[in-house]
């Protein structure tokens, strides 16, 4: 199996936020799906999230693939966010969408993609603060939260750490 593509239909690569296979809530998910209908605007912007989710995914990917560190593990965490957002849709009875193929950006160094990859975690930061801005159900904004939490705590940090210009 090749990168992005493990088990689970947002092609995850293991355990992660989100439901167990038992069923059971992720113990660091504090979040409880709920199964009332969305609206087709909820369903549109968990559908925006999911797509931002795969596209840094494929990015990491091919980073990973040519430059290494520490392109795999953020690659796996993306992979884990998608699936998140896949489950929430299947709580609520909705189908995921198609994975669109994703234009992976070029870098020739892991400095240039880290920059790279640092502008793109912080566009979806960005991304669920305007979720997030349109009041969303509540185990949906719990699930925005907790992702943007991830990007903005733990993402970026690692990103700067790596980028061109870091002292």
């Known amino acids: 199996m090749g990168p992005g593509q493990?088990?689970?239909?947002?092609?995850?690569?293991?355990?992660?936020?989100?439901?167990?296979?038992?069923?059971?809530?992720?113990?660091?998910?504090?979040?409880?799906?709920?199964?009332?209908?969305?609206?087709?605007?909820?369903?549109?912007?968990?559908?925006?999230?999911?797509?931002?989710?795969?596209?840094?995914?494929?990015?990491?990917?091919?980073?990973?693939?040519?430059?290494?560190?520490?392109?795999?593990?953020?690659?796996?965490?993306?992979a884990r966010h998608a699936d998140l957002l896949v489950q929430l849709l299947s709580a609520h009875g909705q189908a995921a969408p198609s994975r669109p193929e994703a234009k992976v950006p070029e870098a020739a160094t892991a400095a240039e993609a880290c920059a790279i990859a640092l502008k793109g975690e912080k566009e979806n930061v960005a991304l669920y603060d305007k979720l997030l801005a349109a009041s969303p159900p509540e185990d949906v904004g719990c699930v925005y939260k907790h992702l943007r939490a991830l990007s903005a705590d733990r993402h970026i940090p690692a990103l700067e750490r790596c980028a061109p210009g870091r002292p």
């Open 6 to 78: 493990g088990m689970g239909p947002g092609r995850g690569m293991g355990p992660g936020p989100g439901m167990g296979p038992d069923g059971t809530a992720h113990p660091h998910l504090a979040c409880t799906f709920g199964k009332d209908a969305l609206t087709d605007a909820v369903k549109k912007d968990i559908e925006a999230a999911l797509v931002d989710e795969w596209k840094a995914e494929a990015a990491y990917s091919a980073f990973s693939a040519k430059l290494g560190s520490p392109f795999p593990r953020l690659e796996r965490a993306e």
